[in-house]
Structures are given as structure tokens and as C-alpha cells.
């Protein structure tokens, strides 16, 4: 974000300038995402970056998802400069860098459909009542090669959860992947092999949820480059494969004081497992509002396909202590302050990070508001549950399909106020296009059922 007056900006900017020059960069990406969370950039030179700091870079915003109509298009990038980085991949003689932006009208304002900036809008509502959001998702994703022959693309290894083979091409690929992160500054803490096969799963370090977005959508550029250049592909996809586990984004969440020195979701609390009643309200507040956030943090078709009980991806909106199968869970901090929190378990990776950290923040807030009772945790398997059993706790089901959680959402006032007027009606328009064009789809499963029976 552009801030001329503040010395600190002022001071980001000449260093930014000095390693450009230090290291004969000639180009600079300027990136952003679209209402999908799609990255998005255009390089300019170098020659340029410093005006461009000061004064924008213009670009059509009509040919980006869920940005301007063609009528009012002109949209203005203007560079955050603590996000340079370098670009590892590149070869020192063709350095060349990047540069997340934030999106700006021709009237000099914030554009309000912005990701990033309807994120920051949401955090400074937090800020304001005294808290630091603070949150880390743990990003699944298959590595897949393409068929020679022309059919689907397949994993490209055998193994399983935590599996170690000698000379396995995934535990070379997460490296690389990881070596890449660190080279962006993003702290990698866990790299692993997943449950199905070709699925993997690298974890970073928890921040501040801006900067926890940013790093979100530059380890999934990473996953992207380092399978491309070895000819395989890395895909987000919730559930590429039938009858086996698909890729979620669990993300942890907490909130400190304003300072950041103190963990606002512990207390000295035995009974309540050292949460705060403040986590709990947090906590109560997604669990009112999972439904009609659900479309958000699940934004295609496809990931529906995941959110079906048996393969470890929630479905059902309850919570609990260490439990799995609930929405959210609590995981077993040991009494640590720093590290109590809650893991809400539906988001996939498909989706944008900026958005769904938004909305998470936004239910969590009206549930401290409002002071909502999460209820009693779940600790009882809820998969195992029939029909009565959930009824009678009072534990219902989270959409399942797009359309229904499309539906959720447009009757949700928080998540329009959240989302902006903007975002919330090209989200709702794009969303039921693509609902559309999923839904008049023949499949061949239903060729090879029908066909000969009907």
C-alpha cells in the first residue's frame, strides 16, 4: 500500500530501488489476484519501478474476474515494496523480481474489490477492537504427471502418509518447493508426503493474516514453478481422484492483543482446555456463520467432492478438542500460551486466501461481538453419528453442493458488509456461471449407468 508520507514506506522503497540495481534486475512482475484468488501480473522495466512506486502502473481491469466493467475499466497497480523478493528460478544473468500490488481506482482510492485490501479492511476492524489476527493454513496439493496417450493426468508416485522412499521424485519436488518458499522469507516448518498418492502437504510459519495471505499465494506460485520445470503439474484441485482423499487448507487461527505480545485465546483455564472465553466466542461465531461463509472458503464445484464424509475432510458443523471430524477442532497445545488456537478444517487451497481469511475473521469478530456459545465440544466421532444422534446435538451439515452454499451466502448481511457490495455481487455472478456450466455437463459415469437402463 502507497503511504508517500510515511517515513518507513520511504525507507522500503530506496531499499527496494538498491537491490534492483545491486542486482542488475531488468524486469519486475507486479502481481495481484483476481476474485478466484488466480495470480495474476505483468512485468515492467526496471527503469521504471521508482516512478511506478509513486504513481501507479495502469492496467485494464474489465479482462480481470470479478474486477470492473469494460465501461469503467481503468484500474492502477501500485507496488507494496516489503513484499520484493527476488525470483530464485531465475538465472543471475536474467534476474528478474517481484512485486505484490495493491489495487487502486483513477480517483487515487482503494478499489474496493480488491482481495487483499477487503483482507486488510477486515483487519483493521479487528485492530480496532484491541486484536492482532494471527493465522497459518497447511496447504495439500497432488503432484501429477500428464498421460502420454491423452487421457487424465495421474500421481506421479506411490506412496502414503509420511512414506519415505529412496530417490522418491515428490521428496526431491518438496524440497525444491521449500527451498524456493525460504528464498521469499516464508519460514517452512513441516514438508510431507499426504494420505493419497502424489498428494503432499508443505506447512509455514503462522503471522499476521496479511502477510500470511501474501506467503499463501507465493508457496502455491512456488508449487506451480518447480513442478512445471521438471514437466510435471502441481494442482490445488479439492478432489482430483475419485475415492481417495482430496487437498484441504485447515488453517489455524488465533487472536493477540494489538501489540502482539500476548495470546488472547489462552487462559489459565483447565476445565475449558486453557481456552479463553473469547476463543470460545470466536470460535461460536464461524460456527453460526460456517453455512453461509462455506462458499467462500469452498469456492468451486469441485470441492464438494472433497466435503463428503470418509475421507477426512469436515462436514459437519460442530467442534471440539483434538476430534477430526468436527468443522473445527482445538488442537493440543500442552497449556502453551503462544500456541493456543482453533483449526478450522473445510477451506481448500482452490479458493483466494485474502478472501477466505476475511470471512474467517469477520464470523470470528461477530461471534465475540454477540458472545456466541460454541456449545459443548464434540469429542465422539460425527462421521460414526446417525441422522437422530446429530439431530439431537444439534449438529447440521455444511452445504453440499455450490449452489446451496451460493444460496447461504446471498442471504448473509455479514458477508456483504465483509465481502464489499463489489466483490459480494461479481463473487455470487461468477460463481453461479460456473455453477452452470458444471451442472449441464454430461458425464460419463452417468453415460455408463443410464444409457442402456433408461
Given at each position: ?17 538498491q ?47 470479478g ?11 501500485y ?27 483513477p ?38 504427471k500428464?498421460?502420454e ?28 518447493i ?22 503432499n ?68 483455564d ?34 464438494y ?69 460454541p ?74 449407468r ?5
Amino acid at each position: 500500500m502507497k503511504d508517500f508520507k510515511n517515513p518507513a514506506w520511504k525507507e522500503q522503497v530506496t531499499n527496494v530501488i538498491q537491490k534492483i540495481q545491486e542486482n542488475d534486475i531488468k524486469f519486475v512482475r507486479l502481481q495481484f489476484t483476481d476474485i478466484n484468488g488466480f495470480l495474476k501480473n505483468l512485468a515492467v522495466s526496471s527503469k521504471t519501478i521508482e516512478s511506478i512506486f509513486e504513481n501507479g502502473q495502469s492496467f485494464d481491469g474489465s479482462s480481470i474476474t470479478g474486477y470492473r466493467p469494460v465501461e469503467e475499466s481503468d484500474m492502477i497497480l501500485y507496488p507494496d515494496p516489503s513484499t520484493f523478493a527476488t525470483l530464485p528460478w531465475r538465472p543471475k544473468e536474467r534476474a528478474s523480481a517481484r512485486l505484490i500490488c495493491d489495487v487502486y481506482t483513477p480517483q487515487n482510492t482503494r478499489f474496493e474489490g480488491d482481495p487483499r485490501y477487503i483482507l486488510e479492511r477486515t483487519i483493521k476492524k479487528a485492530t480496532k477492537e484491541g486484536y492482532t489476527f494471527i493465522c497459518a493454513p497447511e496447504l495439500e496439493f497432488f503432484i501429477v504427471k500428464e498421460s502420454e496417450t491423452g487421457g487424465l493426468p495421474t500421481p506421479i508416485d506411490l506412496a502414503g502418509y509420511f512414506d519415505a522412499h529412496p530417490g522418491d521424485i515428490t521428496d526431491d519436488l518438496r524440497r525444491e518447493i521449500a527451498d524456493y518458499a525460504e528464498a521469499f522469507g516464508i519460514n517452512i516448518e513441516i514438508s510431507h508426503h499426504e494420505v493419497a498418492l502424489g498428494q503432499n502437504e508443505i506447512d509455514f510459519k503462522y503471522g499476521e493474516a496479511l502477510e500470511t495471505a501474501d506467503r499463501a499465494i507465493t508457496l502455491k506460485m512456488c508449487g506451480k514453478v518447480v513442478a512445471a520445470r521438471n514437466g510435471y503439474i502441481t494442482t490445488y484441485m479439492p478432489k482430483p481422484f475419485q475415492d481417495i482423499n482430496g487437498s484441504g487448507m485447515h488453517i489455524h487461527q488465533s487472536l493477540w492483543n494489538k501489540e502482539n505480545t500476548q495470546n488472547l485465546f489462552y487462559a489459565e483455564d483447565t476445565k475449558n482446555g486453557y481456552l479463553s472465553e473469547l476463543a470460545r466466542n470466536y470460535i461460536g461465531g464461524q460456527l453460526v456463520h460456517g453455512r453461509k461463509m462455506t462458499a467462500i472458503l469452498n469456492s468451486w464445484p469441485n470441492s464438494y467432492k472433497r466435503l463428503v464424509p470418509g475421507y477426512e475432510a469436515p462436514v459437519y458443523i460442530a467442534w471440539a478438542h483434538k476430534n477430526r471430524s468436527p468443522l473445527i477442532r482445538v488442537p493440543n497445545f500442552g497449556g502453551r500460551k503462544t500456541a493456543a488456537r482453533c483449526e478450522i478444517r473445510c477451506p481448500d487451497g482452490a479458493g483466494n486466501p485474502y478472501l477466505q481469511f476475511a470471512v474467517l475473521l469477520a464470523a470470528g469478530l461477530d461471534g465475540i461481538k454477540n458472545k456466541i456459545d460454541p456449545g459443548n465440544p464434540v469429542e465422539l466421532n460425527v462421521y460414526h453419528m446417525s441422522y437422530e444422534e446429530r439431530k439431537q446435538r444439534g449438529i447440521i451439515s455444511l452445504p453440499e453442493n455450490l449452489k446451496e452454499a451460493l444460496d447461504e451466502l446471498e442471504t448473509s448481511e455479514l458477508m456483504r458488509e465483509t465481502l464489499g457490495e463489489v466483490t459480494f455481487e461479481n463473487f455470487l455472478h461468477e460463481k453461479h456461471r460456473e455453477w452452470d456450466l458444471y451442472r449441464t455437463q454430461v458425464t460419463e459415469w452417468e453415460v455408463n449407468r443410464y444409457i442402456k437402463r433408461l
